[in-house]
C-alpha cells in the first residue's frame, strides 16, 4: 500500500493547530502579495512623478505659472508636486506681506515643505512595516506548525507497538508543510521589503535634495522681492 504525500493530501490530513498555522500562513502571504503589487505601482508612479517634474522646474517655467499649473482643481499632485506647491504656497503668503523679512520669508515655506515632506513619507512607508513583520516572523510561525505536528505524531506513535518509517513519514511531512508554507510568505514580503526601503530612501534624497535646491532659488526671489517693494515705497 502506498503512502500519499501530495501537498493536498498533506495539507488535509494535517491536525486542526497545523491547519490553523497554514491558513494564517496562506493569509499573510495573500495581503503580502497585494502590498507588494500595490506598492511596486505606488513608487513607479513616484519615480515618475519626480523626473517629469523637475524637468518642469528647471525648464525656465514662472514659479507662479508652475504652481497655478499644479494647483488647478482637477490636477492630481503627487510627491514632488505636493512638496514644491506647498512650499511655493506659503512663500507667497508670506511673501504679500510686507512687514515679513526675506529670511522669514523663506523660512516659513521650508516649514512648509518640510511638513509635506513628511506627509509624503509617511505615505511611502505605508505597509512596508507589515511586509517586514511577515518577513520576520513567518518562518517561525511555520516552524510552530512543524514543531506542534511532530509531537503530535511522536503521540500517536507512542500507542503503537511497532513504529516504522512508513507510519512516521506521512506526519512528519504533514509538520514540515508548514515550515515550507512559512518561508514561501516571508522571502518575498522580506525581498519586497528591502527593495522597497531602498528605493524610498532614494525618492527621500531626491526630495531633500530639492527642497535644498528650492530654498535657494526662494532665497534670491524673496530679496529680489523685498527690494522691488523699498522701490514701490
Sequence with gaps: MTTDLSIVHLISQAGPVVKFVMLLLVLASVVSWTYIFAKHKELKTAFEVVNV??????????????????????????????????????????????????????????????????????????????????????????????????MSSFQALANMKQATLALVAPGISEALVATAMGLFAAIPAVVAYNRFSTNADRLATRYETFMDDFTTVLQRQAHISQHEKHDGA
Excluded: C
Excluded at 102 to 130: C, I, K, S, W
Design 53 to 150: 517634474f523637475e524637468k518642469r522646474f528647471w525648464s525656465g517655467i514662472e514659479l507662479n505659472e508652475l504652481s497655478r499649473q499644479l494647483g488647478a482643481e482637477r490636477y492630481d499632485r503627487r510627491g514632488l508636486e505636493n512638496i514644491f506647491h506647498k512650499g511655493f504656497e506659503e512663500y507667497t503668503r508670506l511673501n504679500a506681506q510686507k512687514s515679513m523679512e526675506p529670511m522669514h520669508v523663506v523660512e516659513g515655506a521650508r516649514r512648509a515643505m518640510q511638513a509635506q515632506y513628511t506627509r509624503e513619507m509617511d505615505l511611502l512607508d505605508n505597509h512596508l512595516p507589515f511586509l517586514a513583520t511577515v518577513g520576520s516572523t513567518s518562518p517561525y510561525v511555520g516552524l510552530f506548525g512543524t514543531v506542534w505536528g511532530i
